[in-house]
């Protein structure tokens, strides 16, 4: 049986699946760009706001193309859209942080805190509508309820000040980064 007659006789969570096990490798690139981002921003405590400004826009960015790419590659695309959705969000805050560089703390950190929110309702929407094609959909969702609890914690805790902030910032970044590299290797190994 060739691809597309198989790919023809599964239902839309397998499709989704079957797309995510052959793209894991972006899931781990989404990872370790996270990682990154984590062990930056915390090896440089005294970042600057504009610094973390850019050092933030090109993490969203990069990670929101990753997502689109993600979405857009593969079968049964328009099964996808909570992916493409995290994506252009990411992208969007991305270009943001990039066009006004000058925003205060306060709004650096509304505008992280939105984004995290966002993204990880959507992607514990994916991954509900994953759960039962995979056995490992709980790592979606660990991820999605860490950025949504990230983002409710930014959003009530401005005062703590942008560099004081630093800190938490890159070690959700670093749990968020491991979780998706560990996500990519089971999907990895899905694939096989």
Not at 49 to 60: D, E, Q, R, V
Request: glycine letters at 10%.
């Amino acid at each position: 049986m060739n691809n597309s007659t198989r790919a023809g006789s599964l239902g839309p969570g397998a499709l989704i699946l079957h797309s995510l096990a052959k793209n894991w490798w972006m899931l781990l690139l989404r990872g370790l760009v996270s990682i990154l981002f984590g062990v930056l921003a915390i090896a440089w405590p005294g970042i600057t706001i504009l610094s973390l400004m850019i050092l933030y826009g090109a993490y969203a960015l990069v990670d929101g193309l990753f997502a689109i790419f993600a979405a857009v590659s593969g079968n049964a695309a328009s099964h996808r859209w909570w992916l493409a959705v995290v994506g252009i969000v990411g992208v969007l805050a991305g270009l943001v942080a990039f066009a006004w560089p000058g925003l205060t703390a306060l709004a650096l950190l509304m505008l992280i805190a939105a984004w995290a929110i966002v993204s990880g309702i959507f992607e514990i929407v994916g991954a509900i509508r994953l759960r039962k094609e995979i056995d490992n959909e709980w790592l979606l969702i660990l991820h999605g309820v860490i950025s949504v609890l990230f983002g409710l914690f930014v959003w009530s805790q401005p005062g703590e000040g942008a560099l004081a902030i630093i800190w938490v910032i890159g070690a959700y970044a670093i749990i968020a980064g491991i979780i998706l590299c560990v996500l990519a290797f089971r999907l990895r190994s899905h694939a096989h």
